[in-house]
């Protein structure tokens, strides 16, 4: 498990450049939505004026607060953020998730396990082909056979909060942040993503 403050992901101030002020620490959503869609979309997220910081990518899945938490297995794949791209076909070295549904903001986070390849519950895994969890997570892998996802079987419960955090990067000139997202899942109910910005 890692800390907090290892990742040292809290208590910053805040950096100039890019032309302008950029505060450290957890930025605002940059992707924010809700609900589901039965396939994989492509998402493109705007980080130009992160260019030159050294920052972590972070996930948040939160499941539905009515329903049926079974139905939530959300599925990542194929992110890119800077000159880096991640796959997971041959492993999530980098990659961190919560286990415990329970920590509802980022700064409440107390630790952080390694994303494994694994259909353990209440966490992110990295997984190939379907998920264990009928009518939900039956997607596969955007490409090739490997991705990561939420498991959202017992004793995860309705409501309950999803970290993802990736590894840190310093972004270049001008950078690129894309992924692509599969939400087949009834109970699926908040995505957000965030970077949490490290240093200038």
Do not use: C
Request: glycine share 12%; aromatic share 14%.
């Amino acid at each position: 498990m890692l800390s907090r403050k290892l990742l040292g992901a809290a208590g910053h101030a805040a950096r100039a450049g890019g032309g302008g002020s950029v505060p450290l620490g957890l930025t605002d959503p940059l992707l924010d939505e809700y609900g589901t869609y039965a396939a994989y979309l492509p998402k493109t997220i705007d980080i130009t004026a992160y260019a030159g910081a050294t920052v972590r990518p972070v996930f948040m899945h939160r499941i539905k607060t009515s329903g049926t938490a079974f139905y939530a297995d959300i599925q990542l794949d194929n992110i890119t953020i800077g000159e880096n791209n991640y796959n997971f076909e041959s492993n999530s070295t980098g990659w961190y998730t919560t286990i415990s549904g329970s920590f509802s903001t980022y700064a409440s986070i107390s630790s952080w396990a390694f994303v494994a390849t694994v259909s353990t519950a209440e966490r992110w895994n990295r997984f190939s082909g379907a998920t264990g969890s009928s009518s939900t997570g039956n997607l596969g892998a955007a490409s090739g056979s490997f991705y990561l996802y939420t498991e959202s079987s017992v004793p995860a419960a309705l409501g309950d909060y999803f970290w993802l955090l990736g590894p840190e990067i310093t972004l270049p000139e001008d950078p690129i942040f894309t992924f692509y997202v599969g939400k087949q899942g009834d109970a699926i109910g908040d995505f957000k993503v965030y970077l949490d910005v490290i240093s200038a």
